[in-house]
Nanobody, 116 residues
Framework: QVQLVESGGGLVQPGGSLSLSCAASGFTFSRYFMRWYRQVPGKEREWVAGISDGGSNVYYADSVKGRFTISRDNAKNQVYLQMNTLKPDDTAVYYC?????????WGQGTQVTVSS
């Protein structure tokens, strides 16, 4: 079955960096567009970034453009999110996501807290 497992979250000071990873299994990873989302309690889940199956096309929400970088390693079945110049507003649970046919799959999420 499809599994997505995020890791790498934590507590970081404003202006700091974190690198998130998402390990995928149960599907042919190299054939699918992958996405990162984030969610704050009480708010809707927000799309953050996406990357095409081969990794050549990447897309970002305006709120993270220029600070976050999405990448993938198809040999390792992993997708990454490098987050730089973090702000308190980036505090959220971060999820990776894949849409296969009409089914959305999510990991359990990893908490990122940006605070001094």
């Amino acid at each position: 079955q499809v599994q997505l497992v995020e890791s790498g979250g934590g507590l970081v000071q404003p202006g700091g960096s974190l690198s998130l990873s998402c390990a995928a299994s149960g599907f042919t990873f190299s054939r699918y567009f992958m996405r990162w989302y984030r969610q704050v309690p009480g708010k809707e889940r927000e799309w953050v970034a996406g990357i095409s199956d081969g990794g050549s096309n990447v897309y970002y929400a305006d709120s993270v453009k220029g600070r976050f970088t999405i990448s993938r390693d198809n040999a390792k079945n992993q997708v990454y999110l490098q987050m730089n110049t973090l702000k308190p507003d980036d505090t959220a649970v971060y999820y990776c996501n894949v849409l296969i046919l009409t089914n959305d799959y999510w990991g359990q999420g990893t908490q990122v807290t940006v605070s001094s």
